[in-house]
Structures are given as structure tokens and as C-alpha cells.
Nanobody
């Protein structure tokens, strides 16, 4: 069983920045592929970014150049640095872990464990 705990959400003005953190339990964090998803009110949960076992990263087009996903395996933590925030980034953000064997990164069903979510609100 893997537990994921997110933090770092909050209220920020458009154009501002936030950094989300997600800390995982378990001794094999370095082997997890980690993802960030978000869910806005009335919408489906959507893929935002992933960092794979080898460190490669993939982003949804709407956040490219603004968001950066990274990981610190020594701290069992994955981060999402969000810059130039827009009102449309408002959502609950979830981190998720995909344990080996890895699955299609953009699918919710690919991930084995989820955090509880953290609210990000961007005021325009």
C-alpha cells in the first residue's frame, strides 16, 4: 500500500506561482512513475503532467512552458511548480503513482494510488 499526501495548494492571483508537493510512503519510490491530474468543477479529471521512472517528463499542451514537474527520490517527493497561473488552472490537483509495470501515462486508470487532492484557486 502506498500513501500519497499533497500540499501547497491555495489562492493566488492570475500570473502568480504555486508549488505543489506530494510525498509518498514506501521504500521503492524511485521506481514509481508519478503523475499530476486536476479536476475543475463540473469537469472530468484530466492529466496534467508526469515524470517517469527514468526522469523523463510529459505535459498536457495547456501547461507546457508554465508548469514543471520534478522529483526528489531521497525525499520520496514529487513537485509541480506552477508559474504564470491562469483562472482556467483553478481545480483540485491530485498526485498519483503508477507502479511497475507502467501503463499509459495520461489515463487515470493507469495509476495505482492517489492522493486526497489539494485545491488551487486562481483569481482573475
Amino acid at each position: 500500500q502506498v500513501q500519497l499526501v499533497e500540499s501547497g495548494g491555495g489562492l493566488v492571483q492570475a500570473g502568480g506561482s504555486l508549488r505543489l508537493s506530494c510525498t509518498a510512503s514506501g521504500r521503492t519510490f524511485s521506481t514509481y512513475a508519478m503523475g499530476w491530474f486536476r479536476q475543475a468543477p463540473g469537469k472530468e479529471r484530466e492529466f496534467v503532467a508526469t515524470i517517469r521512472y527514468g526522469g523523463s517528463t510529459i505535459y498536457v499542451d495547456s501547461v507546457k512552458g508554465r508548469f514543471t514537474i520534478s522529483r526528489d527520490n531521497a525525499k520520496n517527493t514529487v513537485y509541480l511548480q506552477m508559474n504564470s497561473l491562469k483562472a482556467e488552472d483553478t481545480a483540485v490537483y491530485y498526485c498519483a503513482a503508477d507502479l511497475p509495470p507502467y501503463n499509459i501515462y495520461a489515463l487515470r486508470s493507469s495509476y495505482d494510488y492517489w492522493g486526497q487532492g489539494t485545491q488551487v484557486t486562481v483569481s482573475s
